[in-house]
C-alpha cells in the first residue's frame, strides 16, 4: 500500500525515506516511488477543481466548474442529462484534458500533468456506468487481478502474499456483500452484484479517491438500498464522489450535495436546501 500522509501521521513518507536500503537498486527505485506517490491530504482536502473549461467544438461541456471534496467527503453530484457529470470525472481521471483550469489532487498532485494511468496509479479509482469485470473468471479471482494489478503498479513495499492476501480479498468480498459468491464465475452474476464486484476492485486497490457514475442505475430496489448502506460504510475511509439521477438513492446517503447545471456548480449544500432551491427545481428536479 502506499504511503498517504495525514495530520496525524506527519512521519510516514519520513520513514519509508529513511529505511535502510538493502543494496538493491531495484528496491531503492521502489521505496522512491513509494514516497513520490505520497498524496499529502494534510490540509483536509483530496480534490481541488477550479474554473475547469471544457469546449467540444465550440459546445461548453464544463463551464468555469470549480469544487472541493474533502478527504472524507462523501460528495452527490446530481444535475440533469448533459450538465457535465461525466466530463467532470473524464477530466479528474486524465481522459479529457480542460482547455483551462486547475486539478489538484491533494496539496501537491497537479492532475492536468499527469497521464491517465499515472493518475489511477496514485489512488484515484473509478467506476463508469456498465460493469467491467472479467466475466469468465470468479469473483475471488476478479478481486485478486485488482490486488496484484496494485501491487505492481505501486511497487508496494509492504505487500504480503499468502494468507494476508486471502484475508484481504475476504474482507473486500464481506465489504461489497459478496462474501458468499467467492467461487461464482462473475458472469453469472446479476447486475447489481457486477457493480458490487467492480466496486470491490476498485476498493482492493484502496484508492484515495472513489468516483462513482451512476453507481444504482439498472438495480433493483433492494440493490439500490445495499448499495446506499456499503458506501455509508466506506465514508471516511476514502473521499468518494458519487453521480447519479436515483433521488430515493441520493437521498439516503447524501451529505453535502453538488448540483451541476451547464458545467457549472447551479447549487451546493445540504439535500433539503438544493431541493428547495427554485432553480435546481426549474433546471432538474421540476421535470
Ligand atoms: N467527447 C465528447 N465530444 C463531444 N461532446 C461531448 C463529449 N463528451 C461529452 N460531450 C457533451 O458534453 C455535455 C456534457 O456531457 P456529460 O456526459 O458530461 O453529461 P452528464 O452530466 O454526465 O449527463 P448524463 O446525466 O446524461 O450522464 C453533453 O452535451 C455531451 O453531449
Ligand atoms: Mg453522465
Given at each position: 500500500?502506499?504511503?498517504?500522509?495525514?495530520q496525524d501521521e506527519p512521519v510516514a513518507a519520513a520513514a519509508v525515506d529513511e529505511t535502510p536500503l538493502a543494496g538493491a537498486g531495484g528496491r531503492d527505485?521502489?521505496?522512491?516511488?513509494?514516497?513520490?506517490?505520497?498524496?499529502?491530504?494534510?490540509?483536509?482536502?483530496?480534490l481541488y477543481v477550479e474554473d475547469v473549461m471544457v469546449s467540444f467544438d465550440g459546445f461548453r461541456a464544463l463551464n468555469r466548474l470549480s469544487l472541493t471534496i474533502g478527504r472524507?467527503?462523501?460528495?452527490?453530484?446530481?444535475g440533469p442529462n448533459g450538465a457535465g457529470k461525466t466530463t467532470m470525472m473524464d477530466v479528474i481521471t486524465g481522459k479529457t484534458r480542460p482547455d483551462e483550469g486547475r486539478v489538484f489532487f491533494g496539496q501537491s498532485h497537479d492532475l492536468l500533468r499527469m497521464s491517465e494511468p499515472r493518475i489511477a496509479d496514485l489512488g484515484i479509482g473509478r467506476k463508469f456506468q456498465k460493469p467491467t469485470v472479467f466475466e469468465a473468471m470468479s469473483v475471488f479471482d476478479n478481486i485478486e487481478l485488482a490486488l496484484k494489478a496494485?501491487?505492481?503498479?505501486?511497487?508496494?513495499?509492504?505487500?504480503?502474499?499468502g494468507h494476508a492476501q486471502r484475508e484481504r480479498i475476504e474482507e473486500v468480498l464481506a465489504q461489497v456483500r459478496l462474501a458468499g459468491h467467492a467461487a461464482t464465475i462473475a458472469g453469472t452474476l446479476s447486475h447489481g452484484q457486477k457493480q458490487w464486484l467492480e466496486i470491490g476492485m476498485l476498493l482492493a486497490q484502496d484508492p484515495v479517491l472513489l468516483l462513482l457514475d451512476e453507481p444504482v442505475a439498472?438495480?433493483?430496489?433492494?440493490?439500490?438500498?445495499?448499495?446506499?448502506?456499503?458506501?455509508?460504510?466506506?465514508?471516511?475511509?476514502?473521499?468518494?464522489?458519487?453521480?447519479?439521477?436515483?433521488?430515493?438513492?441520493?437521498?439516503?446517503?447524501?451529505?453535502?450535495?453538488?448540483?451541476?447545471?451547464?458545467?457549472?456548480?447551479?447549487?451546493?449544500?445540504?439535500?433539503?436546501?438544493?431541493r428547495a432551491d427554485d432553480r435546481v427545481i426549474e433546471v432538474y428536479l421540476g421535470r
Open positions: 500500500m502506499y504511503q498517504v500522509v495525514m527505485a521502489a521505496f522512491g516511488r513509494v514516497v513520490s506517490d505520497t498524496v499529502d491530504l494534510s490540509h483536509g482536502v483530496a472524507d467527503e462523501l460528495r452527490c453530484v446530481i496494485e501491487k505492481s503498479a505501486r511497487a508496494s513495499v509492504r505487500w504480503r502474499l439498472g438495480m433493483t430496489d433492494e440493490e439500490t438500498m445495499r448499495t446506499a448502506e456499503l458506501l455509508l460504510e466506506l465514508e471516511g475511509k476514502h473521499a468518494i464522489v458519487v453521480v447519479e439521477h436515483d433521488m430515493e438513492f441520493i437521498a439516503q446517503i447524501a451529505r453535502t450535495v453538488t448540483v451541476l447545471h451547464e458545467g457549472s456548480v447551479l447549487a451546493e449544500g445540504r439535500l433539503d436546501d438544493v
